[in-house]
């Protein structure tokens, strides 16, 4: 059977130094011709961020299809496919994608990206269309709480109900005691807001202050901003944003008078894209930034055998742009989406496939609750990572815990490094 292992049907408005881009389908006509029913391929999408944060987007797709590689493309006597879709960060073009997954016959399932907006907007689309819809990286708390036990999302990333305890209790640990908090004006920011302030109240305390602020603001009125902050009496900065804000507040802040720079405790939006290229460091040195991460990192493989093996199969697949741990430029969206790649291809090798689309996406999905093996992944091995969600399970359908998050740091080479805790 024939595998066409590289289909995308947008093209990121950057170009891209990657292998990834090679056979990128020119027009939408084109993307046409993947619906079509072939009975015995299997597809997979991938609707995420290539363009603003095209890293995110990349390396999420290379987390994938190295868990790919490792059964040649194929399940049971089916070829799998995957499709790549460029969103740009975009909702209504997330729910072109959407639409585009449902009109095809083969396939089973879609993983997002970065951004969490278009999957709060489109929540309540995605369960009543039953989209089996995995998250490697979104972390707004809303997106895997939808009430009915017929959930269709699923989570292997930072959920947002948690992240602003691990980032308040290192802050508070360091002896800050006046955060500010600036936040993007989303769901995922509106989400943050209350998971911190819930966290802080935790430490009997609060926040001195609130600023929203929007996409593609200016260096200037980001100065504005920090320069109104500062005279607030805050001694720290709870950041949540992406990376091409991020870059505008970190630049920024770092051309502000030595006396009124604060510490930044950042969302880990940062490093999805090119922050470290751009807020390199020397800009750095002149800056405090910390972010939210989770506990794996390729440069601490040490013992790991099988981190290393993993490596090593990446490292063959994408031979022009990895060859050591510091080229995955965003290793979150990487060590997420193998790791619930391979707990997909697990509850795919206990399905029973019908070659009924609607019927083995209910029951993979409902495999997905019920896997019967331990599946080991590159964060940690995991054991019936979903369960059937109900209000009361309300980590049903999130395979991490805050046990798996840590705060981390850039490093003079723009790696990501894991503070010890």
Sequence with gaps: MGCNKNVSTEIPENEHDTALEENVLETDDKAKEITQNQEDILRLYISADRTGTKESGISIEQGIRTALDEIEYSIDGYSIELVVLDHRGSTPRFDQHLNTYLEDDRAIAMFCGLHSPPLLANRDFINENEILLLDPWAAATPITRYPSEENWIFRLSIDDSKAGFVIAKHAMGEGYSKPFLLLEDTGWGEANEVTMSS????????????????????????????????????????????????????????????????????????????????????????????FI???????????????????DRAKKLFPETIQYPIDIEAPTGFVHSYDLTKILIQAMTEHEWTGNTDEDRSSLRNKLENINKPVEGLLKTYTMPFTVYTDEAFDAHEALGIEDYVMAKYGENNEIILLNE
């Design 199 to 290: 966290a802080l109240r935790e430490y009997s305390n609060e926040s001195v202050a609130t600023e929203w602020f929007n996409w593609n603001l200016g260096v200037n009125q980001a100065k504005v901003i920090l320069r109104e902050v500062s005279v607030t009496g805050a001694d720290v900065i709870f950041f949540v944003g992406n990376a091409p804000e991020g870059k505008v507040f970190a630049q920024a802040m770092s051309e502000l008078p030595e006396e009124e720079r604060l510490p930044i405790r950042s969302h880990w939006g940062i490093t999805g894209g090119d922050f470290p290229k751009v807020i390199d460091k020397n800009i750095r040195e002149s800056i405090d930034l910390l």
């Design 293 to 311: 991460q989770t506990r794996f990192s390729f440069l601490n493989m040490d013992d790991n055998l099988y981190a290393a093996q993993v490596f």
